[in-house]
């Protein structure tokens, strides 16, 4: 495809391109001038104060403002009639839809790139992460992701530490796991709440931390008909709320579900590959049959990430589809979608095989097989594999560039023409999954698999550099966007380490023939809760059902069982008490974060308490003189 960029042939020297609109080959010139005229209108009320904002706040602003250029009187895009317009409908995302506009992204600014890279990943280094400058470069939200990674990894260390003589000396002994599950389920709370703290510092140092979403604007592919919402005031696309909730209940809500009972379906075929390679190696007893034994867990591994990742393009289609206002509504119902498939999808197997099968030893070799393949599986396609990809592809257009004769700024053109072949940056959502399903593998079974947060440190260690340069040399530079905490994400995280003391009572109940239905239904709405919380209250209920199935618990019940079921439902409520206790004596924010941001409020209505009374003291002095007057006249 032939590229020209106009931006390369203006005439002033200084000119530095801060976002690229990629338009199709042969774009009619009607369409190209109507499209500059509708920009440049945006553009007459603005401030050109190049020293207020950073590039990438600029940049930020400038995607805003492409995003909310709206239909208002035209019927089609200029030059080209099948493509329709009608009021409300952003002009942008059709453009996009009809191939006029390939694609909208913001350049890197190699200078700053490079200082940060030599700060960051280039020294392979223990070392603290430069997260106020990532912060400055890429942003909030893709700071914070890297902050919480990096602090998520510290935190595993503890349970790395512990878990390897419990690997070492005790491995088959059962007994001794309920020291190591009952630390990891005050673990699992602890560094939660201990993050919001952390989160709170480093937001608030950045003037994020009381960032409103309330008045939220719709989100660009939102549409509907023209008119004015009745809160703000302002013309924006208005959508019934009932079309809206018939396509959830009678679409997606289905669709979902059928992709539950598919994931189900074929964790039924892996486990019938796993009685065969068993009943064969128990017929030949080679060794290379007992490689063999891993061989039906590796190839499960593999499929399930091949479902999630096509699961997460058609969570995607609906959710897009389903049409939702705000971007937080479609995040959350995007994130609820993908996280109950993925839940399912990952950890039902391994809870068939504790609660069903009961059989610890395959237990143990299906959660080693199912971390590690997922590990090595995300390293090689979100990173090693798209970086050696984007080498290749620089290397040609290093030639093109050299070949080109043409009388315009050659490192800026071979910028442009480099990043528009990179791929896009589709936010951190896939990374805060990868690392919520490795806290669930750490949380709910890492007392049977006592390895599995070393695993963890170890790839998360790989990981910050991996990412790092896949955010560096990979991916387009993202778009900036302001954040006050990991969101939904920070709930599922803790929910998950409270639902690990419930659910594991109850499925300790499941296991002695009592309430499985309602150990169902717990799990069904505890997963529709929100994200790492959710989790942390699974691992509750799943290690006090770990804790009541070993034979130490067992032994001092040997006849009542009704008596070891109440003990279990006892402990369980004590941990969930435990945790929700722990949540609340250790404060979300700070006290010297308190103080300052009382202190803040404080300022602000003394603020405006002065100028409330400057007014009334105007408005008196005004008075007498016109009542003066009125009495001359």
Same mark, same amino acid.
């Given at each position: 495809?032939?590229?020209?960029?106009?931006?390369?042939?203006?005439?002033?020297?200084?000119?530095?391109?801060?976002?690229?609109?990629?338009?199709?080959?042969?774009?009619?010139?009607?369409?190209?001038?109507?499209?500059?005229?509708?920009?440049?209108?945006?553009?007459?009320?603005?401030?050109?104060?190049?020293?207020?904002?950073?590039?990438?706040?600029?940049?930020?602003?400038?995607?805003?403002?492409?995003?909310?250029?709206?239909?208002?009187?035209?019927?089609?895009?200029?030059?080209?009639?099948?493509?329709?317009?009608?009021?409300?409908?952003?002009?942008?995302?059709?453009?996009?839809?009809?191939?006029?506009?390939?694609?909208?992204?913001?350049?890197?600014?190699?200078?700053?790139?490079?200082?940060?890279?030599?700060?960051?990943?280039?020294?392979?280094?223990?070392?603290?992460?430069?997260?106020?400058?990532?912060?400055?470069?890429?942003?909030?939200?893709?700071?914070?992701?890297?902050?919480?990674?990096?602090?998520?990894?510290?935190?595993?260390?503890?349970?790395?530490?512990?878990?390897?003589?419990?690997?070492?000396?005790?491995?088959?002994?059962?007994?001794?796991?309920?020291?190591?599950?009952?630390?990891?389920?005050?673990?699992?709370?602890?560094?939660?709440?201990?993050?919001?703290?952390?989160?709170?510092?480093?937001?608030?140092?950045?003037?994020?931390?009381?960032?409103?979403?309330?008045?939220?604007?719709?989100?660009?592919?939102?549409?509907?008909?023209?008119?004015?919402?009745?809160?703000?005031?302002?013309?924006?696309?208005?959508?019934?709320?009932?079309?809206?909730?018939?396509?959830?209940?009678?679409?997606?809500?289905?669709?979902?579900?059928?992709?539950?009972?598919?994931?189900?379906?074929?964790?039924?075929?892996?486990?019938?590959?796993?009685?065969?390679?068993?009943?064969?190696?128990?017929?030949?007893?080679?060794?290379?049959?007992?490689?063999?034994?891993?061989?039906?867990?590796?190839?499960?591994?593999?499929?399930?990430?091949?479902?999630?990742?096509?699961?997460?393009?058609?969570?995607?289609?609906?959710?897009?589809?389903?049409?939702?206002?705000?971007?937080?509504?479609?995040?959350?119902?995007?994130? #609820?979608?993908?996280? !109950?498939?993925?839940?399912?999808?990952? =950890? %039902?197997? @391994?809870?068939?095989?504790?609660? &069903?099968?009961? *059989?610890?030893?395959?237990?143990?070799?299906?959660?080693?097989?199912?971390?590690?393949?997922?590990?090595?599986?995300?390293?090689?396609?979100?990173?090693?594999?798209?970086?050696?990809?984007?080498?290749?592809?620089?290397?040609?257009?290093?030639?093109?560039?050299?070949?080109?004769?043409?009388?315009?700024?050659?490192?800026?053109?071979?910028?442009?023409?480099?990043?528009?072949?990179?791929?896009?940056?589709?936010?951190?959502?896939?990374?805060?999954?990868?690392?919520?399903?490795?806290?669930?593998?750490?949380? #709910?079974?890492?007392? !049977?698999?006592?390895?599995?947060?070393? =695993? %963890?440190? @170890?790839?998360?260690?790989?990981? &910050?550099?991996? *990412?790092?340069?896949?955010?560096?040399?990979?991916?387009?530079?993202?778009?900036?966007?302001?954040?006050?905490?990991?969101?939904?994400?920070?709930?599922?995280?803790?929910?998950?380490?409270?639902?690990?003391?419930?659910?594991?009572?109850?499925?300790?109940?499941?296991?002695?023939?009592?309430?499985?239905?309602?150990?169902?239904?717990?799990?069904?709405?505890?997963?529709?809760?929100?994200?790492?919380?959710?989790?942390?209250?699974?691992?509750?209920?799943?290690?006090?059902?770990?804790?009541?199935?070993?034979?130490?618990?067992?032994? !001092?019940?040997?006849?009542?069982?009704?008596?070891?079921? @109440?003990?279990?439902?006892?402990?369980?409520?004590?941990?969930?008490?435990?945790?929700?206790?722990?949540?609340?004596?250790?404060?979300?924010?700070?006290?010297?974060?308190?103080?300052?941001?009382?202190?803040?409020?404080?300022?602000?209505?003394?603020?405006?308490?002065?100028?409330?009374?400057?007014?009334?003291?105007?408005?008196?002095?005004?008075?007498?003189?016109?009542?003066?007057?009125?009495?001359?006249?």
């Amino acid at each position: 495809m032939k590229v020209t960029l106009s931006a390369l042939d203006t005439s002033e020297s200084s000119f530095t391109p801060l976002v690229v609109i990629e338009l199709a080959q042969d774009v009619k010139e009607e369409t190209k001038e109507w499209l500059k005229n509708r920009i440049i209108a945006k553009k007459k009320d603005g401030d050109n104060n190049d020293d207020f904002l950073t590039m990438a706040e600029c940049q930020f602003i400038i995607k805003h403002e492409l995003e909310n250029l709206r239909a208002k009187d035209e019927k089609m895009i200029p030059g080209y009639p099948q493509a329709k317009l009608y009021p409300g409908k952003s002009l942008l995302r059709r453009l996009l839809t009809s191939g006029i506009v390939i694609q909208v992204f913001p350049l890197h600014d190699s200078e700053a790139l490079k200082k940060l890279e030599d700060t960051w990943y280039t020294r392979f280094a223990l070392k603290y992460q430069p997260i106020d400058s990532i912060r400055g470069y890429f942003g909030e939200t893709i700071a914070l992701y890297f902050g919480f990674l990096e602090y998520f990894t510290f935190a595993l260390i503890p349970m790395a530490v512990i878990g390897l003589p419990y690997y070492l000396f005790v491995w088959e002994d059962y007994d001794k796991y309920v020291i190591f599950a009952s630390f990891n389920l005050i673990w699992s709370t602890v560094i939660l709440e201990l993050w919001k703290r952390g989160c709170a510092n480093m937001t608030y140092r950045w003037g994020t931390l009381l960032m409103k979403r309330k008045f939220e604007e719709p989100r660009p592919g939102f549409h509907g008909v023209l008119g004015i919402n009745s809160i703000t005031g302002k013309e924006e696309p208005l959508y019934p709320s009932y079309k809206r909730q018939l396509r959830i209940y009678l679409v997606s809500l289905p669709f979902v579900c059928l992709c539950l009972y598919f994931s189900l379906y074929v964790m039924m075929i892996y486990f019938d590959m796993e009685v065969w390679a068993l009943g064969l190696h128990e017929n030949s007893g080679s060794e290379w049959t007992s490689v063999l034994l891993y061989v039906p867990s590796i190839i499960y591994a593999i499929v399930i990430e091949i479902m999630n990742r096509l699961y997460r393009y058609a969570a995607e289609f609906l959710t897009s589809w389903e049409n939702h206002r705000l971007e937080s509504a479609y995040q959350n119902h995007l994130i #609820l979608k993908v996280l !109950v498939f993925n839940f399912l999808n990952c =950890f %039902a197997s @391994l809870f068939y095989i504790a609660f &069903v099968l009961k *059989d610890m030893k395959l237990l143990r070799q299906s959660l080693a097989t199912l971390l590690i393949t997922s590990q090595i599986l995300n390293q090689i396609m979100e990173s090693f594999l798209p970086y050696w990809l984007q080498r290749k592809h620089g290397v040609r257009v290093k030639r093109k560039v050299q070949a080109l004769k043409a009388d315009i700024d050659a490192t800026l053109y071979e910028q442009v023409i480099l990043e528009k072949e990179m791929g896009t940056y589709l936010g951190t959502f896939d990374d805060y999954l990868e690392l919520f399903l490795q806290f669930g593998y750490v949380s #709910l079974f890492s007392c !049977v698999y006592p390895l599995a947060a070393a =695993f %963890a440190v @170890l790839n998360n260690f790989t990981e &910050v550099n991996s *990412d790092a340069l896949k955010m560096c040399r990979v991916f387009k530079r993202p778009f900036s966007e302001p954040s006050a905490n990991i969101g939904v994400w920070q709930i599922i995280f803790c929910l998950d380490t409270g639902v690990k003391r419930g659910l594991n009572c109850k499925v300790m109940r499941n296991l002695l023939g009592e309430m499985e239905m309602s150990c169902v239904l717990f799990v069904v709405v505890v997963v529709s809760q929100l994200a790492f919380e959710t989790m942390s209250v699974i691992s509750v209920v799943t290690n006090c059902a770990l804790i009541g199935m070993s034979p130490q618990v067992n032994a !001092v019940f040997p006849e009542s069982k009704a008596d070891l079921i @109440l003990i279990v439902v006892a402990v369980e409520h004590a941990l969930l008490a435990l945790k929700f206790i722990l949540a609340f004596a250790i404060p979300d924010k700070p006290r010297h974060i308190q103080m300052k941001l009382a202190r803040l409020e404080f300022e602000s209505l003394e603020a405006l308490k002065q100028q409330q009374m400057k007014l009334v003291t105007e408005n008196l002095k005004e008075e007498p003189m016109e009542s003066g007057k009125e009495k001359a006249t």
